[in-house]
C-alpha cells in the first residue's frame, strides 16, 4: 500500500476552482499567472478583459467552439509531451459555460430528450458527463489546473450560500468535493477584490493547505508559490 501526501497533490499540480459573479474579473486572474507557461482554454468570449493586463503580449489560448473541440484539446494536453513541457498551467474559463453547452447539445439528442417529460433524465445526462469533463481536466498530470465558473445562490432552511452555478442544482452540489481548492471571488463594497479560501457561513470554500489566509489577494501566480512553498 503507497501512502501518499500533500506534497503528492502538488506534484500532480494544483488543481482549483474559481467562481464570482459576472464582471467580478475571473477572467483576469489569468492575468496574474506566468502567461508564457499559461494555456487559456476560453468558452466565454472574456479575453478582452486582460489585454491591458501587464504581459498580455504572451497571451497564449485556444477557443473550442464546440464540446468536440474541448475533447481535442484534452487529449492533445494528456498525450502531447511538448505542451507538457510547455505549459506549467491550463486556465479554463468557464466550467458554467460547458455545462450549458453540454445541456443544449443533449436537447438535440433524440435519444436524450423528446420533450419536457425527459427534464429528469436530461439534467442527470448532463450532470454525468459535466463531472466527467471536470475530472478528466482536474486529472491531468503535472498541470495545474484553474476552472472558472459564475457563482449562483442556494437557499437551505431559509439559508443563503453561494456556489459555482451549473445547470442543475445537483450538479453545483457535485463540483465543490471535485478539486483541492475552491475559491471564492469576492469584490467587496469599496471596489476591493479578495480570494475568499476558506468556508464560511455564506459561501462555499476549501482550501487542502494551511499555508494560506482565509481571504487572499487575488495573485494566482503568488497563490500557487504559496502553496507549492
Known sequence: MQVKGFEDVTSDGIKALIYSEPGNGKTTLAATLDLKRTLIISFESGLLSILDEKGFEDLQYVEPSNLSDLKDIYDNLKNNKDLAAKYDTIFIDSLSEI????????????????????????????????????????DLKGYNVIMTALAATKTTNMVEKLLPSMAGQKLADKLPPLYDFVWYLEVTSDGERRLITQPTSSITAKSRSRKLESAEEPNLGNILLKIKG
Open 99 to 138: 455545462s450549458d453547452m453540454m445541456l443544449e447539445a443533449l436537447k438535440q439528442d433524440p435519444t436524450v430528450y423528446t420533450g419536457m417529460k425527459d427534464n429528469m433524465k436530461l439534467y442527470m445526462i448532463n450532470q454525468e458527463k459535466v463531472v466527467g469533463i471536470a475530472k478528466s481536466f482536474r
